[in-house]
Structures are given as structure tokens and as C-alpha cells.
């Protein structure tokens, strides 16, 4: 059995190993706005950041798996018969685990167009009620995020910029009584630039 999975492990190397591959370290921007707010609520993206690494398996078609640690940020209004309840920012520390595959729709030496999609999980490790005018905490979000993402990779050389987009598809907030009725999920639009290490044009 020891030998078998000695075999297995060093075909997977080896196959690794043989196939184009590429290390893209990058650090971007990102507008991480909420869905359906509630009755005199409002919802608006301010600009966060984040930071990884994607990997990429493959030439034309590719597998492009990934981490990313960010910080994103979301003004909240809450109005009631034009009278100011609350307002604030509300602030979310996680970590984006990627599993995108994608397409080189134009692949050359000096320049490569990809699209990408495929599911992400974002993993929720802080929340910040900025002002403490909010009443968030913690306990009020759902501890991770499954979403649906698409993008665009313009790579030119070393260098290579990727604007993309997430949609929700999991609920925002938990099964808090407080917050359970609240259907919002996340719509987030990023940026980021980074570099390519290794060869995608290996034959």
C-alpha cells in the first residue's frame, strides 16, 4: 500500500513537474458591496485591499487555484422617516481560497488574455464595526462564503493586471435571530496586478 501511494505521489510530481506552470504573487484592490438591504438601509462599497498568490496548471486550458488575504469595506445607512439611525463602516478581514479554471483566449509570447471562472470561498477572521455605531460583531456574520467568480488576465511579460468579479451565493449573516431574516450576500468587484514566475510557453 506504502509503495502504491509512493507511485501516486510521484506521478502527480512528475506530471506537475511537465506541465506549464506559474507562481502569480499580486496585491490589488477591491469594492466588496452587501445585496438586498433591509427596509431604510443602505449599502455602499468603500475600497479595500488584498493580498496572495495564485498557481496555474496548464497552457491553453488551465487550472488556477489560489489564496488571498484582504480586508474589505462597506458603508452602512440606516434612515427612519428621513431621520439618521446609525451610520458606519463596517470592515471584514478574510481569507479567499480560489479554485478558477480558465481559458488563454489569445496566447502569445508577449501578451496573454485569460478568462477565468469558477467557485471561491472567502473565510471570515475579524469584523469591525469602525465607528461602533453599527451594532455588528462577529457572531452576526456566516463564518465563510461560497461564491461564484469570473475575470479577465491581461499578461504582458512579467507583469499582469486582473479585474474580476464575485458573486454571494451563500448568506452574509448567521442564523442569529437578530439577523437570520437579512438575505443580503456579497457583489464584489476587484483589481489587482501582480507578476508571473515560470514559463507558460514551455513546448
Known amino acids: 500500500m506504502k509503495k502504491q501511494i509512493v507511485l501516486i505521489a510521484a506521478t502527480l510530481i512528475g506530471t506537475a513537474a511537465a506541465?506549464?506552470?506559474?507562481?502569480?504573487?499580486?496585491?490589488?484592490?477591491?469594492?466588496?458591496?452587501?445585496?438586498?438591504?433591509?427596509?431604510?438601509?443602505?449599502?455602499?462599497?468603500?475600497?479595500?485591499?488584498?493580498?496572495?498568490?495564485?498557481?496555474?496548471?496548464?497552457?491553453?486550458?488551465?487550472?488556477?487555484?489560489?489564496?488571498?488575504?484582504?480586508?474589505?469595506?462597506?458603508?452602512?445607512?440606516?434612515?427612519?422617516?428621513?431621520?439618521?439611525?446609525y451610520e458606519g463602516d463596517l470592515v471584514r478581514t478574510s481569507l479567499k481560497l480560489n479554485a478558477l479554471v480558465g481559458y488563454r483566449l489569445i496566447d502569445s509570447y508577449?501578451?496573454?488574455?485569460?478568462?477565468?471562472?469558477?467557485?471561491?470561498?472567502?473565510?471570515?477572521?475579524?469584523?469591525?464595526?469602525?465607528?461602533?455605531?453599527?451594532?455588528?460583531?462577529?457572531g452576526d456574520f456566516s463564518n465563510g462564503s461560497l461564491n461564484l467568480d469570473a475575470a479577465l488576465g491581461f499578461d504582458m511579460g512579467l507583469v499582469t493586471v486582473q479585474p474580476g468579479v464575485s458573486f454571494g451565493l451563500s448568506k452574509v449573516f448567521s442564523d442569529n435571530p437578530v439577523v437570520s431574516d437579512i438575505g443580503s450576500r456579497y457583489l464584489t468587484y476587484g483589481l489587482t496586478i501582480g507578476v508571473n514566475l515560470g514559463d507558460d510557453d514551455k513546448d
Request: charged share 20%; aromatic share 14%; proline share 5%.
Open 110 to 138: 508577449q501578451f496573454d488574455l485569460r478568462f477565468l471562472a469558477g467557485p471561491t470561498y472567502n473565510v471570515i477572521l475579524s469584523v469591525d464595526d469602525r465607528d461602533d455605531r453599527i451594532g455588528y460583531n462577529r
Open 19 to 85: 506541465a506549464q506552470f506559474q507562481v502569480n504573487p499580486q496585491a490589488g484592490v477591491v469594492f466588496q458591496n452587501l445585496t438586498s438591504p433591509e427596509p431604510g438601509v443602505e449599502y455602499k462599497a468603500n475600497i479595500g485591499w488584498q493580498l496572495g498568490a495564485d498557481l496555474r496548471f496548464g497552457d491553453r486550458f488551465f487550472f488556477q487555484p489560489g489564496a488571498h488575504f484582504g480586508r474589505s469595506s462597506t458603508a452602512i445607512k440606516a434612515v427612519n422617516n428621513d431621520t439618521l439611525l
